[in-house]
């Protein structure tokens, strides 16, 4: 116990100040497209549908490598979109902290999207179509009736993505690389102490992964919880 | 001047949506079977569904028309829309739901929607959430809501199903107190025929997404002239019917032949007549009777219903009693015939 304290005072705590502001940006972008993008595929017929829905849930069925791979050959300097960012725009993405973001981002939003989805085809077409007679514009219908009512579902969405997002590893690991106190998260940190041998830095930062976990699960429950209260046992 | 007019075309599934309706009627009755297509006519009139063809004008305000590719959003039509569900804002308190059509939450606004929910009794309940309110009171939320963007027309779908009987009734007379004050047209959709002879003015039966029959309801219901209409309107005795000359004319399924004063058209092919409107006639037989042959009796709380064999085993004539002719038939016993009043015989095509 004398020695995790001695540990907490003289680690470096910026993977957890990293893999917490990747998460949080992560989630945000992919909370706003998320929406948008489940708002776009329900409005489809079913043939675009299925197909729009298997492209934008892709990352999360494929190894976060192959997602990983993907990003490395768009993203590059040596590649035309790498080169063109950099040059017109001064933005580089491979080994800087925007890398964490976009591979994150990818990796995440599907969760973000499904869960949005699900909860809007939930949703009493006759509310939207209230909001409409009685003269309330789509946008106004959209953040005031279908996201409210949706709520639950977007929260728990919310909270799985940014899970998802904070404890990201593979993708990140190709795209943003492991540089300490730059790129460097929780998840690359406990693989590279794991190498050299470190048990007991990489127990606590397991310890600290673990917590945050279950406190995310928890805030789930408590969100969908109001709602289930009237659900029968059995 | 008040005025909708409502010519819709719309292809769907089993049959086409082939509606015209053009009523200046303050309170406009729409009868039909579920999966008529009574919904979906609402629905295009709001602009909620689309449509394929036609013309819709509310008081000489086009919404919508094909040839000059006029299709107002629901948002421009100003046409207020009752759910069948009410569609209540689940997350908005009550106060929240009626201002939702308000616009910007301004002093004058809140005052608006408060005197509105003030007068369909409501106030004090400004900060609940539809769920905690009971369907009677779900249903003045829905319609204060309405009310207080003050639309040129307001539409109401099958308002009373969600609703238990007793509640229904109550809701019935109250919808009309509620829209007492209410100056443009109404359009109610029901399945209940009851619902809109107390509602409506002007009555517009619909059957497989077409308008049988149309006028005003009293008429309509007095002389359905086709068989769905009638059926619609509750007759539950139907015969085909053979017209022998102007005056007389026979019902094969029941085996009589009835002598009528006025004239029957000739293009008559059958006969309805409603299960209330027979006379039970004790001894001599006399004109327009059926004998007497009981078949089975039905109790009902306030009613009994006897079901009288005819030639066609599979429709027995319906007599349904009530009230003062009950206690008579407990004092004299069954009749020996039933007469069929010459006024309340249904001449259909």
Known sequence: ?234 | MKRLYADIHRRIGEFDLNVLIDSDAERVGILGESGSGKSMTLRSIAGIEAVDSGHIEVDGRVLYDSSEKTDLKPQKRNVGYMFQNYALFPTMSVMKNVMAGLGRPTEENRGKASDMLKRFRMDGFEDRLPGELSGGQQQRVALARIMVTEPALILLDEPFSALDSYLRDRMQVEMLEMLEDYTGQVVMVSHSRDELYRFSNELFVLSKGSIIRHGETKSVFREPENAIAARLTGCKNFSAAKVVDDHTIEAADWGVTLKLDRDIPADITSIGYRAHNFSPVYGEKQENCIRFDLMRVDDLPFEKNYYIRTLNDDAPLCWFVQGEEQRILEERGLPDYLKMNEDDILLLK
């Open chain 1, 1 to 234: 116990m004398n020695g995790f304290i001695e540990l907490a005072k003289t680690l470096d705590w910026s993977p957890l100040w990293i893999s917490l502001k990747t998460g949080v940006v992560a989630t945000i972008i992919s909370f706003f497209l998320g929406l948008w993008a489940a708002r776009k595929v329900i409005k489809k017929d079913y043939r675009a549908k299925s197909i729009l829905d298997g492209i934008l849930t892709l990352p999360m069925v494929l190894p976060p490598t192959v997602a990983g791979f993907f990003l490395l050959l768009i993203f590059s300097r040596r590649r035309a979109f790498g080169i063109f960012l950099n040059d017109t725009f001064d933005i580089q993405v491979v080994h800087t902290w925007l890398g964490c973001i976009i591979a994150a981002t990818v990796i995440a939003f599907p969760l973000m999207y499904r869960n949005a989805r699900a909860a809007f085809e939930q949703i009493d077409a006759n509310l939207v179509y209230a909001g409409r007679t009685l003269g309330m514009s789509e946008l106004s219908i959209f953040w005031r009736i279908v996201v409210p009512t949706a709520g639950p579902g977007i929260a728990s969405g919310t909270i799985l993505t940014f899970a998802r997002a904070m404890g990201e590893y593979g993708a990140t690991s190709m795209l943003a690389g492991n540089i300490p106190g730059k790129t460097g998260t929780v998840s690359q940190r406990i693989a590279m102490v794991i190498q050299d041998g470190d048990y007991v830095t990489a127990g606590f930062w397991v310890i600290i992964v673990l917590i945050i976990a279950f406190f995310a699960i928890f805030l789930i429950n408590m969100i969908t919880g109001k709602h289930m209260k009237n659900v029968r046992k059995w």
